[in-house]
C-alpha cells in the first residue's frame, strides 16, 4: 500500500527530532531511511507504527489518514531491532498471536501458520520456544509474525544489527526477496550504508531530523545533494573553493566551468582519482601516507602539501602493488563529469 | 615463637583467599554464623520432639516416636494445621492481587512517584511487626477503636461492629504487615521486563489488557513465584498476628509452638509441633517453586 508522510514535526522536550518529513512512497516499494545514530530515523518509523504520534503533519496509509490512529488499530507490520518475539510462547503460537487476538477461527489460524513458517523457511521449528533459535531464525519469526497479518506495510527497525557480520549480509539479501515476492511496501531503518545499497529500492538520508536527501542507492552514490549526504554514503574527498567567473579551479592544471557562485564544495569519489605518470601537468602531487588491501582494491591515503586533508585513493589492486608507504606519486581525476559540485547555501 | 607468626601468616592467607579468589570461600563465614546460631538451635529444637524432658532434664537415652505419632493421630492438631495453611494461602493471595497493581505502577510512574511507591512500601518494615499488630488493634478495636467510633459517630451503625478476634482481622493484618514481602520481588521483576514485548503485542493488534494478561504477567511469573513462597512461608509461620488479632481462643500452629513451649512449658509437644510446622513449609515452598518451574519451563529451554 501507498504511503504519504506530509511534513512531520515531533520534539522532545526541547530537542527537535524531526522537522518537516516528507516522504512518499509506492505500493510495493522498498524504502531505507539511512542516518547516524540520532538523527530521528527511528522516531519516525515510530510515527508510522503509532508508537508516538507527531506533533504535528499527517501520515496516509493508502487513502486513510492514519496520524492519530492508535498502534494497535493501524495493521502496520513491524520487526523490532531484538525482534521481541514473546519468549513464552512457541514458535508457532509467536506467529499465531495476531491471529488469536482477532479471534480468527482456530482451523484457519494453523493453515496460516503453517504457510508463513514455510515462507520463511522455519516449518520444522513450530515448538521451539524463541531462546532455542539462533539470531537469524530469531528475525524470521519475528517476519513471520508480522506478516502472517498481510499489513498494510511493513517497517523494519534496525532488524539487522544482532546478526554476525557474514550472517547480515544473506539475511538483507534474503529480505529483499521475500518483501519483493510478497510484494509489500516496506521501510527500513539503518545506520549501516552496505545495509541500505543491498536492500534499498531507494534511500532516505536523514541528518538531524531531516531528510537530504530522498532517491535510488546510484543516484545517491553519485549526486548528493550535500555535503553531509556525500560523506555519510561511501567515502567523499571534500574540496572547498570559490568560484571566479564561472570557474572553479580544483588543483594544478585542473579547472572546471560551473553555474553558481560564491563557494562551492566539490565531491570526488575515491574511485574517480588515478596515478598518473610523475611528469603529468594537472593533479596533485603528494606520498603515499596509508595503504590497504581490500581484495580486489586498493585504498591508498595520500598526503599533498596544499590540501589540508589526505587523499583517498581506490584504485585496482594490481596498479597499486608498488606504490608503498613513503613514495612519491601524481595524482589526477579519470573524467571531471564525475566530480559532484555542491553550492554552500547563502546566509541571508 | 616462630610457630605463632607461621599461624597467623597462614590465617592471614586464607582470608586474603577467601576474599580476593572468590568462589565458595566469601560464604564461609555465613555458614559458620548459621551453623552455630541457626541450624544447630533448629536441630536441637526438633530432637526435643523425639526424646522425653522430665522436669527440663532431657533424656537423649530415649528416642522414640511418640509424641509424634500421638500428635498427628490427634485431630485438634489437623484443625489448627488447616486453619494456619487456610489463613496463610488467602493472607498470600491477597498480598498478591493488591501488590501487583502498585508493582505495576511503579514501573509506570515517572521518577518521583517511584521513589513515592518505594518509600510507602520500605518503611512499614522500619516498625517492628509487634508495634503494627498493636496499630491494627488500636483501629480495629471496640467501641473505643477508630473505625468503629467514626461509625458510630457518624450514626451509621447503633452497636460496635466486631472487626477484631475473627478471621478478618487476622487476615487483613497479615495481609498488610507482608505486602512489602510481595511488592518487592514483584517491582524487581517487573521493572526488568523488555517493553517492546508490550508494544509488539500492541502492533500486532492486541487491546492494553490481552496485552496484561497475555504477556506481562506470564513474564512476571518469576517474580509472582518468589512473592508467593515468601509471603506464604512468613503467613504460615507468623504467630504475632493470629495471637494478637485472633484473640486467645484463635489458634494457628505457631501460636500453639508458642503456648507450649513458652506458656505450658511442654517442650515435647511444642518442639514435635515446630518441627511440622516447619517441615511442612519446607515442603509447600519446595511445590511452589516446582509450580512455577513447570510454568516456566520456556525459560529453562537452551539451545
Known amino acids: 500500500m501507498q504511503l504519504k508522510i506530509n511534513k512531520i514535526n515531533k520534539k522532545f522536550g526541547d530537542l527537535d527530532v524531526l522537522v518537516d518529513c516528507e516522504l512518499k512512497v509506492m505500493d510495493g516499494e522498498l524504502v531505507t531511511l539511512l542516518g547516524p545514530s540520532g538523527c530521528g530515523k527511528t522516531t519516525l518509523l515510530r510515527c508510522l507504527a503509532g508508537f508516538e504520534i507527531p506533533d504535528s503533519g499527517n501520515v496516509f496509509l493508502g487513502n486513510q489518514e492514519v496520524t492519530n490512529v492508535p498502534c494497535n488499530k493501524r495493521n502496520v507490520g ?261 566530480l559532484v559540485v555542491i553550492p554552500h547555501k547563502v546566509e541571508l | 615463637m616462630n610457630a605463632h607468626n607461621n599461624l597467623i601468616d597462614s590465617i592471614f592467607e586464607i582470608l586474603r583467599n577467601i576474599i580476593l579468589r572468590g ?119 471496640g467501641r473505643r477503636g477508630v473505625v468503629n467510633s467514626i461509625l458510630l459517630d457518624l450514626d451509621l451503625i447503633d452497636r460496635p461492629i466486631r472487626f477484631l478476634y475473627s478471621d478478618f482481622s487476622v487476615i487483613l493484618g497479615m495481609t498488610q504487615i507482608h505486602l512489602p514481602f510481595m511488592i518487592l520481588p514483584l517491582i524487581t521483576v517487573l521493572s526488568a521486563r523488555d517493553l517492546s514485548l508490550e508494544q509488539a503485542s500492541l502492533n500486532l493488534g492486541a487491546s492494553r489488557l490481552i496485552t496484561f494478561f497475555k504477556i506481562i504477567v506470564p513474564i512476571s511469573l518469576p517474580g509472582v513465584i518468589a512473592g508467593f513462597a515468601l509471603v506464604f512461608a512468613i503467613s504460615y509461620t507468623n504467630f504475632i498476628v493470629p495471637q494478637l488479632l485472633g484473640g486467645g481462643n484463635y489458634t494457628t500452629l505457631a501460636v500453639q509452638v508458642y503456648e507450649f513451649i513458652v506458656v505450658i512449658l511442654d517442650w515435647n509437644k511444642g518442639a514435635i509441633l515446630a518441627f511440622l510446622l516447619l517441615t511442612s513449609c519446607f515442603f509447600f515452598v519446595l511445590g511452589i517453586n516446582y509450580l512455577g518451574n513447570w510454568a516456566m519451563k520456556w525459560k529453562e529451554v537452551t539451545r
Open chain 1, 78 to 338: 513491524f520487526v523490532f531491532q531484538n525482534y521481541a518475539l514473546f519468549p513464552h510462547l512457541t514458535v508457532a503460537k509467536n506467529v499465531d498471536y495476531g491471529l488469536a487476538v482477532r479471534s480468527v477461527p482456530s482451523k484457519k489460524r494453523k493453515e496460516l501458520v503453517d504457510k508463513t513458517l514455510a515462507l520463511v523457511g522455519l516449518n520444522y521449528l513450530d515448538n521451539r520456544y524463541p531462546k532455542q533459535l539462533s539470531g537469524g531464525q530469531q528475525q524470521r519469526v519475528a517476519l513471520a509474525r508480522a506478516l502472517i497479518l498481510e499489513p498494510k506495510i511493513l517497517l523494519l527497525d534496525e532488524a539487522f544489527n544482532a546478526l554476525d557480520a557474514k550472517l547480515r549480509i544473506s539475511m538483507q539479501i534474503e529480505l529483499r526477496k521475500l518483501v519483493k515476492k510478497v510484494g509489500i511496501t516496506t521501510i527500513c531503518v539503518t545506520h549501516d550504508q552496505i545495509e541500505a545499497l543491498t536492500i534499498s529500492d531507494r534511500i532516505a538520508i536523514m541528518n538531524q531530523g531531516r531528510i537530504d536527501q530522498i532517491g535510488t542507492p546510484s543516484d545517491i552514490y553519485e549526486r548528493p545533494n550535500t555535503e553531509f549526504v556525500a560523506k555519510f554514503l561511501g567515502t567523499a574527498n571534500i574540496f572547498t573553493r570559490k568560484v571566479n567567473n564561472g570557474v572553479v579551479q580544483l588543483a594544478r592544471g585542473l579547472e572546471l566551468s560551473t553555474n553558481y557562485n560564491g563557494e562551492v564544495t566539490i565531491v570526488v569519489r575515491p574511485e574517480d582519482f588515478y596515478i598518473t605518470s610523475e611528469n603529468c601537468k594537472e593533479g596533485w602531487i603528494g606520498t603515499v601516507a596509508f595503504k590497504r588491501l581490500l581484495g580486489p582494491t586498493i585504498e591508498l591515503e595520500i598526503a599533498v602539501d596544499e590540501v589540508e586533508n589526505l587523499l583517498r585513493l581506490s584504485i585496482p589492486r594490481r596498479e597499486g602493488e608498488n606504490l608503498n608507504v613513503g613514495k612519491q606519486v601524481n595524482v589526477s581525476l579519470t573524467d571531471k563529469k564525475n
Open chain 2, 23 to 141: 568462589g565458595i570461600g566469601p560464604v564461609i563465614p555465613a555458614i559458620i554464623f548459621l551453623f552455630f546460631f541457626f541450624a544447630m538451635p533448629l536441630v536441637v529444637l526438633c530432637a526435643f520432639g523425639f526424646v522425653s524432658i522430665d522436669r527440663g532434664v532431657v533424656d537423649w537415652t530415649s528416642i522414640s516416636l511418640d509424641h509424634l505419632t500421638s500428635t498427628i493421630k490427634d485431630s485438634l492438631f489437623w484443625h489448627i494445621w488447616w486453619r494456619s495453611f487456610w489463613v496463610g494461602t488467602v493472607s498470600t493471595i491477597f498480598c498478591l492481587c493488591l501488590g501487583y497493581p502498585v508493582a505495576y505502577i511503579y514501573t509506570l510512574a515517572g521518577r518521583g512517584w517511584q521513589i513515592l511507591i518505594l518509600v510507602a512500601t520500605i518503611s512499614p518494615l522500619l516498625t517492628s511487626a509487634l508495634v503494627r499488630t498493636y496499630a491494627w488493634m488500636v483501629i480495629l478495636g
